[in-house]
């Protein structure tokens, strides 16, 4: 793809016309559905990121998304977040963008290998749990020292290397060392985000078996089968974005979340 940011129709006719006459700027090209990073159609199919119902729509669509997100991947940058944290309520639309990154994301990195898992992590994947808008999604990798070739795939659905902007920031290039300690287990990471403005999703690059592969998917699946501690944890939140409201980022923030960690840390080891 090289800084070319493919832009897929799911429907054929007038969207597919229009978008070709669009398609002039060196970061933009269409391309296959399957390997786009954005898909537009005039009819809600599941692949579509947008579905619009006229030329002005369309229009409007390209300038304040499609271009932002294509020169955002030129660049190298993601769609980051602008000022404090703050929480939505839960939205099942959370599901469906995850179901329709995971699959891109399979789709591009088809021919890296074998034994990969997938998930929909975070509070997005937590129904009823408020939430930042932002989608996490977690790659379970047989090796971390076996993926050349990754950066370069995520990159042709949307996905940018968050190292190269701010590899200081919480969890880019290593998780918090928490839990059962363990000899010869990983902490190390690949941390990637999107540049679509419209989709603010983060994507967890972790080894099968390390700690937070499995520290992830048991707080996920011990939020969604308990409501005593999703509540909880709901309300650490509300609190902490009343106490980081001033602050120009979210890492605060996110660092002072983990000290929920601790109240179910025997419960994650569990799980993991």
């Known amino acids: ?3 070319r940011l493919v832009v897929g129709v ?24 399957r390997g786009a990073a954005f898909v537009v159609a005039a009819s809600a199919v599941r692949e579509a990121d947008v579905v619009v119902g006229s030329v002005v729509a369309l229009d ?41 990154l995971l699959g891109r994301l399979r789709f591009v990195t088809r021919g890296l290998g074998e034994g990969f898992t997938w998930d929909h992590i975070g509070s997005t994947s937590v129904p ?16 971390l020292d076996d993926v050349g070739g990754l950066a370069e795939a995520v990159l042709a659905a949307g996905f940018v290397d968050v190292a190269l902007t701010v590899p200081g920031s919480p ?25 679509d403005p419209g989709c603010r999703a983060i994507l967890h690059v972790r080894e099968i078996g390390s700690p937070w592969w499995g520290f992830t998917r048991a707080f ?12 909880e944890y709901e ?15 979210n890492d605060r923030y996110t660092v002072a979340k983990s000290v929920f960690f601790d109240r179910v840390q025997h419960v994650l080891d569990e799980g993991a």
């Open 1 to 3: 793809m090289g800084d």
């Open 10 to 33: 799911a429907d054929a006719g007038w969207v597919a016309d229009r978008l070709g006459v669009l398609d002039r700027d060196r970061v933009t090209r269409l391309g296959d559905p």
């Open 60 to 100: 409007g669509v390209w300038v304040r998304r499609v271009e932002p997100f294509a020169r955002n991947v030129a660049a190298g940058r993601f769609a980051g977040a602008v000022g404090p944290p703050m929480l939505r309520e839960w939205s099942p639309g959370w599901v469906v963008a995850a179901e329709r």
């Open 128 to 143: 009823g749990l408020a939430a930042k808008d932002v989608v996490d999604l977690q790659v379970g990798v047989p090796s």
């Open 171 to 195: 969890g880019v290039v290593r998780d918090a060392v928490r839990g059962r300690r363990r000899r010869g287990v990983r902490w190390d990471k690949r941390l990637f985000a999107s540049g």
């Open 220 to 231: 996920r699946d011990l939020l969604r089968a308990d409501a005593g501690v999703r509540g």
């Open 235 to 249: 309300q650490v939140k509300r609190d902490l974005t009343g106490v980081h409201a001033g602050d120009v980022d």
